[in-house]
């Protein structure tokens, strides 16, 4: 079946520091994927999204490159602040047009 | 725009009681609405999709009976935990999608915390 897995956190960084979480799923088809966050006391929120291989998600600095060849949709940022500590969701949407989401990870960034 | 709410933020109850969730679109109309439920340190996993107006479909394994939800309005939906035990303790999630609008386009409510004694 459809899954999605991703890096355990908590992911501690300084600010400024290179963020990368890892994300890797398994589908049938070809699902489209997502990056959500969720921000302390909020809601999910959707990041990037990505809908067919070699796309690349982008937005607020973060990005993600959808590649079919390694199943895998990584988040990435080049330089983190500390307003980006937050849980980050890898989600994707399987054939039946519903969400299936990762675990989370949670990012701390300190000054 | 697009906010989600949902009341209460948290709440503990007494083995065999049942617990009442609102999930409330505030400025859109919301013709789906999806809860989740999620246990520390794993996914977010839907349990139900509702229609306003219509019977909410479940997810497999997710009993109806012990999960009612009702989607009465365009901007309401209610899951109430019928005789909850511990085991029912979890952070409950809705979302809500506008009319046309695919499962991507979500938007999250700030989620439910259920702890039953």
């Known amino acids: 079946g459809n899954s999605v897995t991703q890096m355990e956190g908590p992911v501690t960084l300084s600010e400024e520091a290179f963020l990368t979480i890892n994300c890797t799923y398994t589908a049938t088809g070809y699902p489209s994927l997502f990056w959500y966050v969720q921000y302390p006391g909020e809601g999910l929120q959707l990041l990037l999204k990505a809908t067919k291989a070699d796309d690349k998600g982008s937005n607020k600095g973060f990005e993600a490159t959808y590649r079919k060849e390694t199943t895998s949709f990584h988040l990435e940022k080049g330089s983190v602040q500390v307003s980006d500590s937050a849980v980050y969701f890898c989600?994707?949407?399987?054939?039946?047009?519903?969400?299936?989401f990762g675990t989370g990870t949670r990012l701390q960034v300190f000054p | 725009g697009a906010v989600v709410s949902q009341h209460p933020s948290w709440v503990i109850c007494k083995s065999g009681t049942s617990v009442k969730i609102e999930c409330r679109s505030l400025d859109f109309q919301a013709t789906t609405m999806f809860w989740y439920r999620q246990f520390p340190k794993q996914s977010l996993m839907l349990m139900a999709t509702s229609n306003e107006g219509s019977k909410a479909t479940y997810e497999q394994g997710v009993e109806k009976d012990k999960f009612l939800i009702n989607h009465a309005s365009l901007t309401l939906s209610t899951l109430t935990v019928t005789s909850a035990h511990p085991e029912d303790s979890s952070f409950y999630i809705c979302?809500?999608?506008?009319?046309?609008?695919?499962?991507?386009?979500?938007?999250f409510g700030p989620g439910t915390r259920l702890l039953v004694l």
């Open positions: 989600a994707l949407n399987s054939d039946t047009d519903k969400l299936i």
């Open positions: 979302s809500a999608s506008r009319l046309g609008q695919g499962a991507e386009t979500q938007y």
